[in-house]
């Protein structure tokens, strides 16, 4: 079994860094979801799949999964700052938890903290973003002002009442407008969620130190 996964436009390549601060951006990083592995059928049955990685539709790796029961096997050739190519793996444990209407769902363990996570990022090992210290582009202000920008452009061109299609504009047109505006209010919506919780971890430290 094959499959390949798009990580999509490296977005955040124009701001330069690709860092927020000290923080590495998860966007830079390969990482695996396992909701997406389990939605593919990866974890249905044992045995080894492939994972191309792909970034901008251009190759960006690939991996060997060894799915075991209650573990996955990550194996792959990895060179550092243009060193010498390693054999590499590295062992996830899976753990799965009931679902409420049946089934169950599944969980990566983090190498590092061994709390449930659904993804893990190749940092400078594998681990969840907590440990990683990893970043969301949404804490980037750029990126909360860029998605703003943008949803606001689609509703202009959409109109006032933009969940109604305008008059002679193509359904297929309005549809991935639709989807996009949508897209950037949902991820206007998180990084501003993220926001608000960064703040009040300041203040909840604040109160904490000045009693
Ligand atoms: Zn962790």
């Given at each position: 079994m094959e499959l390949t996964r798009d990580?999509?436009?490296?977005?955040?390549?124009?701001?330069?860094?690709?860092?927020?601060?000290?923080?590495?951006?998860?966007?830079?990083?390969?990482?695996?979801?396992v909701r997406w592995m389990n939605k593919h059928g990866l974890l249905k049955n044992k045995g080894v799949k492939t994972i191309n990685w792909s970034r901008n539709g251009k190759p960006w790796g690939k991996m060997e999964i060894l799915v075991e029961a209650d573990n996955i096997h990550l194996i792959y050739k990895e060179s550092r700052n243009d060193g010498p190519w390693e054999d590499k793996d590295v062992e996830i444990k899976l753990q799965k938890t009931p679902c409420r209407y049946g089934g169950f769902q599944y969980w990566f363990e983090c190498p590092v903290c061994r709390h449930r996570v659904c993804s893990v990022y190749l940092s400078d090992t594998w681990c969840c973003r907590h440990?990683?210290?990893?970043?969301?582009?949404?804490?980037?202000?750029?990126?909360?002002e860029r998605l703003r920008s943008k949803a606001l452009k689609l509703k202009e061109k959409l109109g006032s009442?933009?969940?109604i299609k305008p008059k002679g504009m193509h359904q297929k047109t309005y549809d991935r407008l639709r989807e996009t505006l949508?897209?950037?209010?949902?991820?206007?919506?998180e990084a501003f969620d993220e926001k608000v919780k960064r703040l009040n971890q300041r203040i909840m430290s604040f109160g904490k130190n000045n009693p």
């Open positions: 990580l999509g436009e490296n977005r955040m390549g124009g701001y330069g860094s690709g860092r927020v601060g000290e923080r590495e951006l998860i966007t830079n990083l390969r990482f695996l979801d440990c990683g210290h990893l970043a969301y582009p949404s804490e980037n202000e750029d990126e909360l009442e933009y969940w949508l897209e950037a209010e949902v991820k206007a919506d």
